[in-house]
């Protein structure tokens, strides 16, 4: 489904589940991608963070992308991530990922190396001119260590290279003031880029967001309950706040999954994405809750954890 | 007036004027005080970062700490910020501080040594045995280069180490998810520590920190305009978050007055200061705005600005 | 020329000269083998982030490993970067390195996520399982964010899993703490792991890494002036620390030219990278100085300056 | 002892012992005194980082500075620290100072507060000029997070606000740089600054700051075994690099009793600070191995293990 007006509401980063190989199970993905259209989502981000992009091979990429695609059979728009070091790389990954029949592209910032403003402008550039596809910044510095500042923002909104952009920064302050730069909440229609499209990934301040005037959310844990952020995202849209901070503050709660990896056996990307995963494999939507390698996989004890949250939260496994 | 309730509302850090020695303009700290309870603030909180209170000489914390109780005469609690680098030195200020009439006392953790969050605990545990006045704990990351983890807080809240969090730390997620802990926005009274205060220091998203269960705030640009933040206060207690967002942003651009400072000349932090007391002394409540060196002056040019900032935002300066 | 013996001496992470279109240069590439080899090195480091690893798609890695093997004709040894995100991507590129018939391979920690040390022992052991060639750590912070520790170093060397560590993270402290652990300066043949070998990337301090015990350098102006590099490696063998600290002086006073691009307008990796192949063409080695996309070129200025480094460093420009 | 000629050689950070009741012992202080002085230091550095400077009160650093001052009765030089947030607390700690008679003082950077570069050149000039004594500028970054530049030090050498630089940054590439832009190893009489003095606060790679043309020392475990380090620093004075090497092993290896503490339990620097403390008692030197509070105390498992490191090390306990 084309982009045709600027994106909004809940569009979840896609888990990618794994068979007993370690390969895409591709089965499993379009069973998650069905769970989440069913969910109510408004677009479906594939091949982002959360979907351990930076663990797959290409081929593995592509096949993830191809069945995100022909699954979702364009009842809602599909982001392709297209995570590289740099310019080349990534434009190698838009193409592939234009082949495929993304909606559109997700890009960072250059990373590995260490990049200068004007270069990073430089990079999104490249990009939007050669690949002929909407293109979001997506601000993580947590990844790539640098932070797009709101100047190289608008910028680049206003020349019109990016679409929309996608805040995984954390910085709601800045993310705040960028939003009063583009007309305010009530002002944006009238502001200088009508057609900019500003996700949070703060998926624990959505409410938040969506009061300073938010498009919408890009949330990790909206694979296991995108119901939930459909409903605190429809009582934002009709001006119910206090049922939109109380479906934020259960999710908060549900989203607690994350802390069940034992801080000194593993990552902290490894429990979160792992918890997911086996919440995803308890409530019977994926066959198998596997992280790629190198990631070090849940115990038995972590996902009874889960599943305790799963249950607090008023989601019921079936395994 | 003492602390006989959770302390809540808008509470700023009061700025210090300076006069033409450098020293504490007691006149003109005096007006500001006046200016502060008469646009409806619920408490002061004096020597705090934007007190450049890390500026001052002991002798001049005292006087300014003295000026603000005297000035304040009992009709809102004064909080006492007590800064120093460890336990010792530290308790010395708090007990100055209780001297002097302060109605709570509000500490970092220790700085300029690297510490371990037992000897964080230790440090706040032993300050409030040795200095009987309600204890915040001040999270400010950006000055001590050390987050207070949410486990730590509810451990000091939940045995009566502290009576409140000035959270300055940015991280609107995990502020959130401390919350929740704590019983969440409408549940904070049957929690574990029903007494405990929540204060953001993140003054940018004042609307969102009340949403998420926040007791109030402690905002630098307070200064200026306590009644917009008494106004956002009251219209989120109300409800009506509309309004509340619409006084943020408004107070949002008044705000950008901090970037007024060319980044090549002086640091964030004496640009942001230097505005406060700029527009302070162009509204006519102080005599001079000057910061304390080394801390570079604004020029004519950046003032000109302030003044603008400050009509676009509805205040009239006066020179 | 397979590593028999640990490998030492001076090991040039090799640029990638680019022609016109961007592409690698392999005329130039072959003719920068050979003045390096004819500079005496001892090896010569392929795909390192001075050859802008980063910048280069798989087929432009595949074209230059190619390159500096077929020119190199087994007469150093050549190491191989196989940088990329996580272990499956890692691998693929270590697959392609040992077709091509490179005799070791340098891999970094994972980076753009988060990855916990058991999983990076985890990424090292896989690695060196799925190919077998000698494998070198690449410990660079400033690039993946991670350091390695000395510990998770000695348990890798120990195991058989590294051959040896690049370090280029600019620990000197740990650095000589791990050699002291190794045996020290003198003992390392009767240490734990005789056979490990220990190159800095520490291009600054390369007398004192030989006389700290190290076993060799991965300098990247080595590139400019292989043979000052080899004289500061035979001084330091020889005992002769005063010619060695000479020699390593005049090397920093060359080094300086990385201080051309203006910090306004390029990044310091830019311009750093910009000056090595300015200096390479300047000495008539490469045809063009250009650096891969989207980092800024040198102004003529910039060129110029360079031109005057490797003068003063009596180094005579043909151009 | 005045400092007529710059300052060089080993110059310990003298540790501030406590009595029971956790004020200064000026007995073991005296006592240390004397141990350094036999040791043959060329200098003492009292209320400094490793002196719990940022854990004492200023009655508590007089004490220690005067104890100090008096014990040395001018055999050495003795600098003192005077390290607080901002200029003005610093010219207090630095008046007192000269009042107790310090030969020269040592400041760092303003920290807790974010500074400029041209504050941070104001704060030195306005200390040199308002106290009439040698100014030693303090480069730790790890406490006051901020890193002084080479350009910003070379400035105020050039221009006569420095007496040297106590380098405790770990950048040891950077230092190198600035010495060769003074001038080399050989040429720095010969230099911009003749008698800028540049002492290294490395103490795991002293030989190497020799040999690249630094004046001196500030070893922290020079507390335990002065007499290590003035051999260390006379063998690279006779050019003997061999047996400073050696000698610089022999330290690394007593300095592994800074890892006793356990992570878990207690911060990195108390437990390197605990160490200092317990082998000095072990030694028989001072009476109460105690760090100042809130630091957590070693155990008696801890304790035997430094045990261990001094008799490895050759140093006899005699408790």
Redesign the interface.
């Known amino acids: 489904m084309p982009l045709t007006a600027p994106l909004h509401g809940v569009v979840p980063p896609v888990c990618t589940p794994l068979d007993s190989r370690g390969e895409v199970d591709t089965a499993s993905l379009a069973r998650l991608v069905e769970h989440l259209i069913e969910g109510g989502v408004h677009g479906l981000f594939a091949l982002g963070?959360t979907s351990e992009v930076?663990?797959?091979?290409d081929e593995?990429r592509g096949t993830a992308l191809r069945t995100v695609v022909d699954a979702t059979a364009g009842r809602v728009p599909v982001l392709a991530g297209v995570?590289d070091?740099?310019?080349?790389?990534v434009i190698?990954h838009a193409r592939t990922a234009a082949g495929l029949g993304a909606d559109a592209l997700v890009a960072t910032a250059?990373?590995?190396?260490?990049?200068?403003p004007?270069?990073?402008a430089?990079?999104f550039r490249?990009l939007r001119e050669t690949v002929d596809l909407p293109l979001f910044a997506y601000d993580i510095p947590?990844?790539?260590?640098t932070k797009l500042s709101a100047a190289l923002v608008r910028e680049l909104a206003e020349d019109g290279t990016l679409a929309g952009l996608k805040d995984s920064s954390?910085?709601?302050?800045g993310l705040?003031?960028l939003i009063?730069e583009l007309g305010?909440?009530?002002g944006r229609a009238q502001g200088p880029v009508p057609r900019f499209s500003v996700l949070t990934g703060?998926?624990?301040?959505v409410?938040?967001?969506l009061?300073?005037?938010a498009d919408g959310v890009v949330p990790g844990i909206g694979n296991v309950d995108p119901a939930g952020y459909v409903r605190l995202y429809d009582a934002a849209r009709a001006?119910d706040?206090?049922t939109a901070?109380?479906e934020?503050?259960r999710l908060?709660?549900l989203?607690?999954m994350v802390d069940v990896g034992p801080e000194a056996?593993?990552?902290?990307?490894?429990s979160a994405l792992g918890a997911f995963k086996a919440a995803l494999q308890l409530l019977g939507i994926i066959d198998d809750a596997a992280t790629?390698?190198?990631?070090?996989q849940l115990s038995a004890e972590s996902v009874a954890l889960v599943s305790q949250r799963l249950r607090g939260a008023g989601l019921q496994p079936v395994r």
């Open positions: 963070s930076a663990f797959l091979t593995q995570i070091t740099t310019t080349a790389r190698e250059p990373f590995y190396t260490r990049t200068h004007k270069e990073i430089g990079h490249r947590v990844a790539v260590h954390g910085d709601e302050g705040r003031r009063v305010g909440r009530d703060s998926e624990l301040t409410d938040a967001a009061l300073a005037g001006g706040w206090q901070a109380r934020q503050e908060i709660e989203f607690a056996d593993m990552g902290r990307s490894s790629v390698f190198p990631q070090i």
